[in-house]
């Protein structure tokens, strides 16, 4: 069965430090995994997209790092902002459909001044 | 200059009645979706449109009908509203495919007393 699975649940980090947010997935084969950020009451927003060919993107303070190998990848956190403070998804979408995406559950991230 | 605009924003409303949730992106793409996030935080795909064309409908009971007068427009109308129908619901837009970026409206939230 497809799955994505996110580590921790939520996280809660001082303004100004770095963390690293967990994803695992069984989705084989995949195109691409993605990384959003949803805030509260707001619609996810993308922050990056990776083909399974690509080990790293960045996009400002935000790098992702996918290992296809061991079917891991990570979202990393640069000197925290308070708005920082949101959910983080890990999205995968199966090589075999093009519409359809596996959504994990996120990573709720508090960043306290 | 929104890109993907949901109405209302929060709809409130007794068991067993019929609602409807409109959806309009202005960013040109061809595909359209909808998801429904419940407490739990997952979002889940019920319907997702190319080209005013059904390509995903995943399993979600037929009090559930997707209208997509437009390749503009995904319009959601809900029937005999239950009280487990309570969730935030999103409208995404792509251009064709899983592998581009989905952009997300700012979510209905409909709560079914």
């Known amino acids: 069965k497809n799955q994505v699975e996110q580590s921790p649940q939520s996280l809660i980090i001082l303004e100004g430090k770095n963390c690293t947010l967990q994803c695992n997935y069984t989705v084989s084969p995949f195109s691409n995994l993605r990384w959003y950020k949803q805030d509260t009451g707001r619609g996810p927003v993308s922050l990056t997209i990776m083909t399974f060919s690509e080990n790293t993107k960045s996009n400002g303070r935000y790098t992702a790092t996918l290992d296809a190998d061991t079917k891991q990848s990570s979202l990393h956190i640069t000197a925290s902002q308070l708005s920082d403070s949101a959910s983080y998804i890990c999205?995968?979408?199966?090589?075999?459909?093009?519409?359809?995406?596996?959504w994990g559950a996120g990573t709720k991230l508090i960043i306290k001044p | 200059d929104t890109a993907v605009s949901q109405t209302p924003k929060y709809l409130v409303t007794q068991m067993g009645n019929d609602k409807s949730i409109k959806c309009e992106q202005n960013l040109g793409h061809d595909t359209m979706y909808w998801y429904k996030q419940d407490s739990k935080k997952f979002l889940k795909i019920m319907f997702s449109?190319?080209?005013?064309?059904?390509?995903i409908n995943e399993t979600v009971p037929n009090r559930f009908s997707p209208k997509s007068p437009d390749k503009a427009h995904l319009n959601l109308h809900i029937n005999s509203l239950e009280l487990g129908d309570s969730a935030v619901y999103f409208c995404?837009?792509?251009?064709?495919?899983?592998?581009?970026?989905?952009?997300f409206g700012p979510g209905t939230r409909l709560t079914v007393l």
């Open positions: 449109y190319n080209n005013k064309e059904l390509i």
């Open positions: 995404a837009s792509s251009q064709r495919g899983g592998v581009n970026e989905q952009f």
């Open positions: 999205v995968v979408s199966p090589m075999d459909s093009n519409y359809q995406l596996i």
